[in-house]
């Protein structure tokens, strides 16, 4: 079933730990993003790759890295942990094809990080 | 530049009652238009999209929403708010931006369902 993944769900860490936060997708995307929401507010996007090797920073500044080795892996990484960096992380992915298609994006579940 | 307003951070309704949730785009071209909902400690899932047909889109869970060119605008609507509605809406427009498709997201509505 074509879907996409996020893990860990959850994740609490002490500062200054190296962690990465693991999404895929099985839907053969281009397009994968990463968004930063803390609870009850608006998504900020942090992170974007329209495709392998291809990585952009988002509109909200952040620490954190990624890579796009392959098509359908998008890890996020922080180096070191801060508590600013307690929030939820959404992965997400949308397809290309001609003109971009919708630009419709289909969600992971998320990962909610607390950095003690 | 593209943008979409959720007018209102937060709506309660009791059950039962008319749920309106509002969004607003800015856009000199006809845009495509999502709402997503969110439930807690999840990512969001399309409701329903907006991609140049009819007007009037209906989505999963009883919403629809109609698209008014005249008002730049794509409110979500649904007849009757049961307690299971209780979430966070976005609404989101997509447009080309440099060549590329790009969406952006409104900054939400935490809809409330008052038994």
């Known amino acids: 079933e074509a879907d996409i993944y996020q893990t860990p769900r959850y994740l609490v860490i002490g500062t200054g730990k190296k962690i990465t936060l693991e999404c895929s997708q099985t839907?053969?995307?281009?397009?994968m993003y990463w968004y930063q929401q803390d609870p009850g507010m608006e998504l900020h996007l942090i992170h974007y790759?329209?495709?392998?090797?291809?990585?952009e920073k988002g509109d909200l500044s952040s620490e954190s890295t990624v890579s796009r080795i392959r098509t359908e892996h998008f890890p996020l990484t922080l180096e070191s942990a801060r508590p600013s960096h307690t929030s939820q992380y959404l992965c997400?992915?949308?397809?290309?094809?001609?003109?971009?298609?919708?630009?419709?994006?289909?969600f992971g579940p998320g990962t909610r990080l607390t950095v003690l | 530049a593209q943008s979409v307003t959720q007018l209102g951070s937060h709506v309660s309704v009791s059950e039962g009652a008319l749920v309106l949730l509002r969004c607003n785009y800015s856009?000199?071209?006809?845009?495509?238009l999502f709402w997503y909902v969110q439930y807690p400690n999840q990512g969001l899932q399309l409701l329903l999209k907006?991609?140049?047909?009819?007007?009037l889109v209906k989505g999963i869970n009883g919403f629809e929403a109609e698209f008014k060119k005249s008002e730049t605008s794509f409110h979500l609507t649904k007849p009757s708010a049961h307690m299971s509605d209780a979430a966070e809406y976005f609404c989101?427009?997509?447009?080309?931006?440099?060549?590329?498709?790009?969406?952006?997201f409104g900054s939400g509505t935490r809809l409330q369902v008052q038994p």
């Open positions: 839907m053969g995307h281009d397009k």
């Open positions: 989101a427009v997509s447009l080309m931006d440099t060549g590329r498709r790009a969406l952006t």
């Open positions: 790759s329209y495709g392998v090797n291809s990585t």
């Open positions: 856009s000199s071209v006809p845009p495509y």
């Open positions: 997400a992915s949308s397809e290309s094809g001609r003109a971009g298609g919708l630009g419709e994006q289909f």
């Open positions: 907006y991609t140049s047909a009819a007007t």
